[in-house]
T-cell receptor, first 115, second 116 residues
């Protein structure tokens, strides 16, 4: 079945450092890929998405590129801020033939950015 | 605010008691999902509805769990005879399938269950 694997945390960085959080997936067909973020005390929010191979999703300085050949969707940011401290979840939605459109999530990666 | 609303936000109960959670989705959304999230893990899919029809249930959803969505609006998730292993955050999400579908699920803030 479909699954998502992401790097374990916590990831601790200094402000303005470069961030990479790895995410790989297993799925049949061409799933859609998402990054969600969960700030302390808040619900999950969509950060960015990509719906087909080679698409790049971007938002708030974060980027991720849908790589079909490596089944990856790594999250990157060039310069993190303290306010980026949160838990980041990689997720996939199955291909069109999977009519439920449910999201399958990775286990999450906690990011802590120090001033 | 017209986001997804969940109640109660936190429920503490004794083992063996029944609990019920309510979710009010974004009003025009036709899909409603329930997930469970335990500490340090990602959300795990439990079940979903399209309008009032429950179309899929995960194997995680034991016979003690039941979900409804009467009239295709709000939904309830009931857990009977709670066990300590049921302690988790229960998340509700909604989405729009069809015209206007962006693929995004919109999540509520969750209902945290603690079973003593």
């Amino acid at each position: 079945g479909n699954s998502v694997t992401q790097m374990e945390g916590p990831v601790t960085l200094s402000e303005e450092a470069f961030l990479t959080i790895n995410c790989t997936y297993t799925a049949t067909g061409y799933p859609s890929l998402f990054w969600y973020v969960q700030y302390p005390g808040e619900g999950l929010q969509l950060l960015l998405k990509a719906t087909k191979a080679d698409d790049k999703g971007s938002n708030k300085g974060f980027e991720a590129t849908y790589r079909k050949e490596t089944t990856s969707f790594h999250l990157e940011k060039g310069s993190v801020q303290v306010s980026d401290s949160a838990v980041y979840f990689c997720a996939l939605r199955g291909a069109v033939m999977d009519s439920s459109y449910k999201l399958i999530f990775g286990s999450g990666t906690r990011l802590l950015v120090r001033p | 605010d017209t986001g997804v609303s969940q109640n109660p936000r936190h429920k503490i109960t004794k083992r063996g008691q029944n609990v019920t959670f309510r979710c009010d989705p974004i009003s025009e959304h036709n899909r409603l999902y329930w997930y469970r999230q335990t500490l340090g893990q990602g959300p795990e899919f439990l079940t979903y509805f399209q309008n009032e029809a429950q179309l899929e249930k995960s194997r995680l959803l034991s016979d003690r769990f039941s979900a409804e969505r009467p009239k295709g609006s709000f939904s309830t998730l009931e857990i009977q005879r709670t066990e300590q292993g049921d302690s988790a955050m229960y998340l509700c999400a909604s989405s729009l399938i069809g015209q206007g579908d962006t693929g995004e699920l919109f999540f509520g803030e969750g209902s945290r269950l603690t079973v003593l």
